[in-house]
């Protein structure tokens, strides 16, 4: 343990006790993909839904020879990425980065990073609701029915009502998906730009859910579909622009204002995706500016 | 000419029809007197059967205890099904009766709310049914849905509106259209004119008397409106204090009451 660490806290935060019943569940929750386990969350010193769950099940796996890295919306340098990151710095003493490719461990706010994980990689999603089915059940008792009897038919209401009213399905985030052909499963609110990337991933994928206690997780290599209709198929997000940073046409994109005027630029969600590919020499268009309209 | 009365006259060995749904010695009591019980009856293919009798006879209790929702104390209620063969519904598995619900059944509640997603469109109100059997196109759901809403005589143009802007009348006829989409062979309804205004109920009657013969349905119908169970039933259970007083034909039962209690039931309405 380096020197950093914080006296009078166990490691990790969490005590012994508390992390064991959450690996039980994370282990239930991997023998069963994409079943919610319901665990005894914690409380944790930060407010409900802003990342809870998500920092349970971190200090639960993380040992002292791991290397986190944390990301809000696809960055490294934002607030709640900042400061779990320093959480576990300061609590477990184990190294921080932000290269996707050296982190062994990333707990991921609502983005997937665009460089492909490995085997030896573990993904950690915060998640706000993790009942997929809320949306069209209101009672718990009958949404846990519906997933032991694989009753799904009535999501399919969600994305009808989205080709009824916008002529295709608009749901661009959060979208359902059905784990090993088997439990129907919310991806917590990731783009679904990034949920072709979860079927057959090669890195585990652990949901924490630390409002509503749930847990739970796709193995590697797990079949991941996302729902459709034969006539309306699954489409992922595409921008007739490129980032304007390092030029990639292939990423998540960010929209930015830049000034009054209305001008725009396009940049990588994942900032270090967007600083690999600029120190691999690649170059953005910067933006056109807008002149103001007299 | 009904539907019933058709198949008995085209088949020759008509005693050896099997009755769709049999009832054996069902019993449901929340408290003594409570409830409904030694119930027995069979409901044939094609048939109407009224239950009829005053609040608190046990007419909903029954209906719920045949309908797969409610687990009565004791008894059999033994379903004739298309997917499962010869079923008794209490002993076999919830999947089942689940499935039964959503595809062989259709259950038209008395407040329409109680049957609908009132935060979703009408479009897809028809349409969860025929998602939850399995269909993923999203054209054929929603030409079926057009063509439902057209049967039930509510304008294709209201598609995309939400069952809470519809009227009490319409709301009832969406429900009808929700549950008729998968063409379920029996359905159950509760007081399916509670609450509507007079000429609403005429109107609704007459749909549901119409969609009955042509579709050849089987309905057991809950009401305490005596017209109501004149004009759609073929067939009475009379109950009172949670048992069965009378049964029989419809006008049978209606013109020439043997118990007390019907005498009363029938002499209530306004004679003109």
């Known amino acids: 343990m380096s020197a950093a660490t914080a006296i009078g806290y166990n490691f990790a935060y969490l005590d012994e006790q508390s992390k064991r019943m959450i690996r039980r569940a994370i282990l239930k929750g991997v023998a069963i993909p994409g079943y919610q386990v319901p665990f005894g969350g914690r409380e944790m010193p930060l407010p409900h839904g802003w990342g809870t769950g ?40 184990v190294e921080t980065t932000e290269l996707t490719a050296e982190a062994t461990l990333i707990q991921t706010r609502h983005r997937i990073p665009e460089r492909p994980l490995q085997a030896d990689q573990i993904l950690i999603y915060q998640v706000p609701i993790p009942e997929p089915l809320r949306f069209i059940e209101p009672r718990e008792s009958e949404t846990r029915k519906m997933h032991a009897l694989s009753e799904y038919g009535a999501m ?45 991933m090669p890195a585990l994928q652990l949901f924490g859910a630390g409002f509503e206690k749930r847990i739970y997780a796709v193995p590697p290599f797990t079949q991941v579909e996302s729902l459709d209709f034969d006539d309306h198929p699954f489409e992922v997000q595409s921008w007739e622009d490129a980032c304007s940073i390092c030029g990639s ?30 120190t691999e020499g690649f170059v953005g268009e910067a933006p056109a500016q807008l002149e103001t309209e007299q | ?59 909903s209790t029954l209906l719920s205890c045949l309908s797969a929702r409610l687990t009565p104390d004791s ?23 689940r499935v039964l619900m959503r595809s062989e059944w259709g259950i038209v509640h008395q407040h329409a709310r109680d049957g609908l997603r009132m935060n979703v469109s009408a479009g897809a109100n028809i349409g969860e049914r025929l998602m939850a059997v399995g269909e993923r196109h999203y054209g054929d759901i929603r030409a079926k849905a057009e063509e439902w809403l057209t049967a039930v005589e509510i304008d294709t143009g209201r598609i995309d509106d939400r069952p809470s802007q519809f009227s009490g009348g319409m709301q009832q006829r969406l429900q009808i259209a929700r549950n ?18 007079v000429s609403v109920q005429a109107k609704l009657l007459d749909l549901l008397r119409n969609l009955v013969s042509r579709l050849g349905l089987s309905v057991i119908i809950v009401t305490h409106d005596l017209a109501v169970a004149r004009l759609l039933a073929h067939r009475l259970i009379v109950m009172r204090r949670g048992a069965v007083v009378e049964t029989g034909l419809t006008d049978q039962v209606l013109d020439d009451p043997q118990h007390p209690y019907t005498q009363l039931l029938v002499s209530s309405i306004l004679q003109n």
């Not at chain 1, 709640?80 to 003493?93: D, E, K």
């Not at chain 1, 046409?249 to 590919?277: A, P, Q």
């Not at chain 2, 008729?180 to 205004?197: A, R, W, Y």
């Open chain 1, 54 to 93: 998500g920092m349970q099940v971190t200090a639960s796996v993380i040992g002292e020879a791991d290397k986190l890295k944390v990301i809000d919306q696809g960055a490294d340098d934002t607030t709640n990425a900042v400061s779990i990151r320093r959480f576990f710095a300061h609590t477990a003493g």
């Open chain 1, 156 to 200: 399919q209401v969600k994305l009808y009502e989205d080709v009824a009213r916008f002529g295709h399905i608009a749901t661009s985030y959060d979208y359902p998906v059905m784990v090993n052909n088997r439990y129907m499963m919310d991806p917590s609110p990731i783009p679904k730009f990034d949920n072709p990337k979860m079927s057959m």
């Open chain 1, 249 to 278: 046409d292939h990423s998540f994109l960010d929209e930015v204002i830049i000034d009054d005027n209305g001008s725009k630029m396009f940049v990588c969600s994942d900032t270090d995706y967007c600083r690999e590919r600029v």
């Open chain 2, 1 to 59: 000419m009904n539907n019933a009365v058709e198949l008995l006259t085209s088949t020759s060995e008509w005693q050896d029809i099997a009755p769709l749904l049999s009832v054996r010695e069902l019993n449901k009591f929340y408290a003594p007197g409570k409830g409904c019980g030694d119930i027995n009856f069979d409901l044939y293919p094609g048939e109407v059967l009224g239950i009829v009798g005053e609040s608190g006879s046990g007419k």
């Open chain 2, 75 to 97: 008894g059999q209620v033994l379903y004739n099904s298309e997917q499962f063969g010869e079923m008794d519904l209490y002993a076999g598995e919830e999947s089942q009766r």
């Open chain 2, 180 to 197: 008729l989409v998968t063409h379920p062979k029996l359905i159950f309804m509760d007081e399916p004119t509670g609450g509507l205004d």
